[in-house]
């Protein structure tokens, strides 16, 4: 079965940290530029982070959330990661991961059309 499938959501205090996982099965994920979307209560989604396919290596990261999060991917595992620290209250929300097929991640990845998507998981940061 393809899917993709985002673990590691949480309740966590602001200045904490979380590390999402979004984990491929039935698919390598190499082939494909992976990205993160959050979507919060009554607001549309928003690309947060992205990496190109393969080793090219190229990520972008939203204004929001430069500097504290960092996306990395693990082909043998076939796993893409975000690490996010410091976390605020506005960061709150459903966190997705969608994969896009050999595509290289810049600022216009994240209107993409995706292939997949995971089916989200909640991170809640409150004190």
């Known amino acids: 079965q393809v899917q993709l499938v985002e673990s590691g959501g949480g309740l966590v205090q602001p200045g904490g940290s979380l590390r999402l996982s979004c984990a491929a099965s039935?698919?390598?994920?190499?082939?494909?530029?992976i990205g993160w979307f959050r979507q919060a209560p009554g607001k549309e989604r928003e690309g947060v982070s992205c990496?190109?396919?393969?080793?090219?290596?190229?990520?972008n990261y939203a204004d929001s959330v430069k500097g504290r999060f960092t996306i990395s991917r693990d082909n043998y595992e076939n796993t893409v990661y975000l690490q996010m620290n410091s976390l605020k209250p506005e960061d709150t929300a459903v966190y997705y991961c969608?994969?896009?097929?050999?595509?290289?991640?810049?600022?216009?990845?994240?209107?993409?059309?995706?292939?997949?998507w995971g089916q989200g998981t909640q991170v809640t940061v409150s004190s």
């Open positions: 969608a994969a896009a097929s050999l595509s290289y991640c810049s600022r216009s990845f994240y209107n993409r059309p995706m292939e997949y």
């Open positions: 039935g698919f390598a994920l190499d082939y494909y530029g």
């Open positions: 990496i190109s396919a393969g080793n090219e290596g190229s990520t």
